[in-house]
């Protein structure tokens, strides 16, 4: 019989490498493309106006790319477990497919849907495509734990082998006979709605950057896959955190929405490898999507990822409570023009580079203000348009030195990290016009400048911008041996698995001491800090 089909897009906002609506499309006779506004997800809280804007021009794409089908998206609100077994009933649906999605979230939303699919003869059918690999499988491959070190990672999926390829998006071949049925007033009761109709400020709306939608992210990686040369000496350290256009891919608002398959970029980069000379993980563009793949294992493997208590792998630290501080960080106010400029930046455009986020998120936890990596996620999660459960959560216990991540003892300079991609400072006079006209010397520490050479460049430390609010060189030092008492106290599942490395060297047949984080403090060596 054939089916009346609902394919549920939640991340996932894409034709190409869309496996679940390809198994939408098999003995279907209705289609039913929907997107539901989940107020849990979709709200002011957690989206700022530039991820409401990406939102809504994904959508706007994905029904164009359908009307180009025959088809339309349906756009509905409110709890999916609500509004689903209406739409269930209303449209006499026998089957619901959907890319499956590993956030605690969605696990415990489409267990519930597809119990209440079930009481309605609905068959539900799932497919996974948002990463390279089943996480699961990942993690069986590992006994049964999630890999804690990028090694491990990469010797893991080298067992496994490459990731799958992406799945061509649907022809009006595959759709000849597959109706969507659409009424007069589809606009109406299905439309997308408009920024104005959400109740969003036109007055805060910034220069749209970054367009949201499938067609948008296809065109960007192409042009990307052009510059075969720079894809294949693309080093991620060896890229800026300050330059005046972004030195990365700026892909990621695309893959986190799924405008952009992970394995269709994964496979555009393997053709562009193909007989040339390349750079490799962890810092090629592979590197990075391993990267990815790494936090998303991660977050599925251990449990209350996006927490320090009950997160088994995470250091427990004493962070303060400071709502002032907090704020001056969010609000780019803490005096150090290079946070402040990365700060702005991030509110206005919705997207910083990587090693800028390593900067701030530094800065707000074990370099300066010791205020909870929980925090700055909340900040990230509502301001970056790649925003993401499992990677923002995963990065800030790195930066933090929390999970992951163990040399505390290095920490940025909130003033010399930056001079050393952009001497003159260019990036904090466009993001901070109101220090363009100091000079170069004075730029990253306004502070230590004459009050002549301030009243000459048309700002007052203290009057027009702020002081510094902390003193680096004082409260690095003593966040240091903060860090240390919270190591001293650390469980032994927090520290890196010693047995996940031992296997791993076994494996490769290398003896290898693991140091001890004292050890490494002996150390201090002046290498390059480590990046991610
Ligand atoms: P490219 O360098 O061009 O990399 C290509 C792709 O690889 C990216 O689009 C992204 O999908 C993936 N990738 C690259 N670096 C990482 C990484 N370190 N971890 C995971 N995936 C990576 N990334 C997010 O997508 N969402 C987040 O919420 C997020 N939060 C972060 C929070 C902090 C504190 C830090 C330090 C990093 C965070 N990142 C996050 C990771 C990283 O900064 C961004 O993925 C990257 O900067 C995106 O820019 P790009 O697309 O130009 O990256």
Redesign the pocket.
């Known amino acids: 019989m054939a089916h009346t089909c609902i394919h549920w897009f939640r991340k996932g906002l894409r034709l190409h490498d869309n496996p679940a609506l390809m198994s939408a499309l098999r003995d279907c006779k209705q289609l039913y493309p929907v997107f539901i506004l989940d107020p849990y997800l979709h709200n002011n809280t957690c989206m700022s106006i530039n991820r409401w804007r990406f939102l809504i021009g994904a959508l706007k794409d994905l029904d164009c790319s359908l009307k180009n089908l025959d088809s339309r998206l349906f756009v509905v609100r409110g709890k999916p477990e609500d509004v689903l077994p209406k739409l269930f009933t209303k449209w006499k649906v026998t089957k619901l497919t959907y890319e499956y999605d590993t956030e605690p979230y969605s696990l415990s939303r489409d267990q519930n849907v597809t119990a209440l699919a079930k009481e309605h003869g609905v068959e539900v059918v799932y497919k996974i495509s948002h990463t390279l690999y089943d996480t699961d499988r990942v993690i069986e491959e590992n006994n049964g734990k999630a890999p804690r070190t990028y090694k491990r990672m990469q010797a893991i999926v080298k067992a496994l082998g490459p990731p799958k390829r992406p799945v061509p998006a649907p022809t009006t071949e595959d759709m000849k006979d597959v109706k969507t049925p659409c009424a007069e007033n589809h606009e109406v009761k299905y439309g997308i709605p408009t920024l104005q109709e959400l109740g969003l400020d036109a007055a805060a709306w910034t220069l749209e950057l970054f367009p949201g939608g499938e067609q948008e992210a296809l065109r960007r990686l192409d042009q990307h896959m052009k510059r075969t040369g720079w894809v294949c000496s693309f080093e ?1 350290p060896q ?1 800026s955190p300050n330059s005046l256009s ?1 030195s ?5 608002p695309y ?2 929405f799924g405008c952009l398959s ?1 394995r269709t970029f994964w496979w555009r980069l393997t053709e562009v490898y193909q007989g040339k000379k390349h750079s490799d993980p962890p810092v090629s ?1 592979h590197g ?2 391993l ?2 793949e790494f ?1 998303y294992t991660a977050s599925v493997g251990i449990p209350n990822f996006n927490k320090m208590k009950g997160n088994p792998a995470c250091t427990q630290v004493d962070w303060d409570t400071n709502p002032e501080f907090l704020a001056a960080w969010k609000e780019a106010r803490t005096g150090f023009p290079f946070i402040d400029a990365i700060m702005t930046q991030l509110r206005q455009e919705g ?1 910083i ?2 090693l800028a ?2 900067a701030v ?1 530094c800065f707000l936890t074990r370099g300066d203000l010791w205020v909870s990596w929980e925090e ?1 996620q909340k900040v ?2 509502e301001l ?1 348009l ?3 459960w499992a ?2 959560a ?3 216990q ?2 933090s030195a929390s999970t992951f991540f163990h040399q505390f003892f290095r920490v940025y300079s909130p003033v010399a990290f930056g001079k050393k991609t952009d001497k003159n400072g260019d990036y904090i006079k466009k993001y901070i016009p109101l220090l363009k006209r100091f000079p170069a010397q004075y730029i990253y520490e306004p502070w230590k400048a004459p009050h002549s050479v301030q009243q000459a460049a048309g700002c007052i430390v203290g009057k027009d911008y702020p002081r510094p609010i902390v003193q680096h060189e004082v409260v690095s030092k003593r966040n240091i041996q903060r860090m240390k008492l919270a190591y001293a106290k650390r469980s032994p599942d927090s520290a890196e698995s010693p047995r996940e490395n031992k296997s791993l060297s076994k494996k490769q047949g290398v003896k290898r001491k693991i140091p001890s984080v004292i050890d490494m403090m002996k150390k201090k060596d002046r290498k390059k800090l480590t990046l ?1």
């Open positions: 991620k890229t972004p990365t891919t700026v892909l990621s893959v986190t992970a563009l990075q999507l990267w990815r936090f997207w580079h990587h986020r390593h998120a700055g990230f999660e970056l790649d925003g993401d990677l923002n995963g990065n800030w790195w930066l991610v």
